[in-house]
Nanobody
Framework: VQLQASGGGLVQAGGSLRLSCAASGRTFGNYIMGWFRQAPEKGREFVACISRNGDSTKYADSVKGRFTISRDGAKNTVSLQMNSLKPEDTAVYYC???????????????????WGQGTLVTVSS
């Protein structure tokens, strides 16, 4: 599967952005989808993920209540709605996909097989 992330940009603290990730190449519904981020000079970290049918989601504690992940099977896209953004949310955001990852391992970067190219989100104070 090929992944193309978009929607990043510059936003003031307290604002909102919506990221999208378009998937192509394989059956979208077979994949658990996720979002990760990497801040300057930091390692990549888990943000959120969504199950194959969209019924289950998981979030990092740092974004819980502010970010919402969703998927659209008709458009083969996964989105990340980001509200109440903070300067510490500044990072390159990556979408990821995997057909077989165990739900209890979704926060582990090395468990994901497919990655998009990343989109930069900058939150100014």
């Amino acid at each position: 599967v090929q992944l193309q992330a978009s929607g990043g940009g510059l936003v003031q603290a307290g604002g909102s952005l919506r990221l999208s990730c378009a998937a192509s190449g394989r059956t979208f519904g077979n994949y658990i989808m996720g979002w990760f981020r990497q801040a300057p000079e930091k390692g990549r970290e888990f943000v959120a993920c969504i199950s194959r049918n969209g019924d289950s989601t998981k979030y990092a504690d740092s974004v819980k209540g502010r970010f919402t992940i969703s998927r659209d099977g008709a458009k083969n896209t996964v989105s990340l709605q980001m509200n109440s953004l903070k300067p510490e949310d500044t990072a390159v955001y990556y979408c990821a996909a995997d057909p077989l990852i165990r739900w209890d391992l979704v926060t582990m970067i090395r468990q994901w097989d497919y990655w998009g190219q990343g989109t930069l989100v900058t939150v100014s104070s």
